[in-house]
Nanobody, 124 residues
């Protein structure tokens, strides 16, 4: 049974850092597309960062230079290091995966498997 479980969310002041983790079970994350999405209240889910099948990374403009996506295949875990956090980064963060290549790695409709989410709250 495929599952993704996020952790690492919390409350932090603006300028601070958090690292999110997403542990996959039921399949190996090596060789699949992986991504982080977020959704703030009243807003659509947006792609934050992604690995494609060629292990290239893609970031939303709003997080470039502040967020870093990484993974540890041995631990079957995806990470999102978030630095210089801003109030507008407040959202529920989700990890997602798909087994087929996509030219749209930050498009939520492309993804098959989703975690339950972890809340990130940034205060000023």
């Amino acid at each position: 049974q495929v599952a993704l479980v996020e952790s690492g969310g919390g409350s932090v002041q603006a300028g601070g850092s958090l690292r999110l983790s997403c542990v996959a079970s039921g399949y190996t994350i090596a060789g699949v597309c992986l991504a982080w999405f977020r959704q703030a209240p009243g807003k659509e889910r947006e792609g934050v960062a992604a690995f494609d099948f060629n292990k290239r990374t893609t970031y939303a403009d709003s997080v470039k230079g502040r967020f870093t996506i990484s993974k540890d295949n041995a631990k079957n875990t995806l990470y999102l290091q978030m630095d210089s956090l801003k109030r507008e980064d407040t959202a529920m963060y989700y990890c997602a995966s798909r087994r087929i290549p996509t030219p749209y790695p930050l498009r939520s409709s492309e993804y098959t498997y989703w975690g339950q989410g972890t809340q990130v709250t940034v205060s000023s």
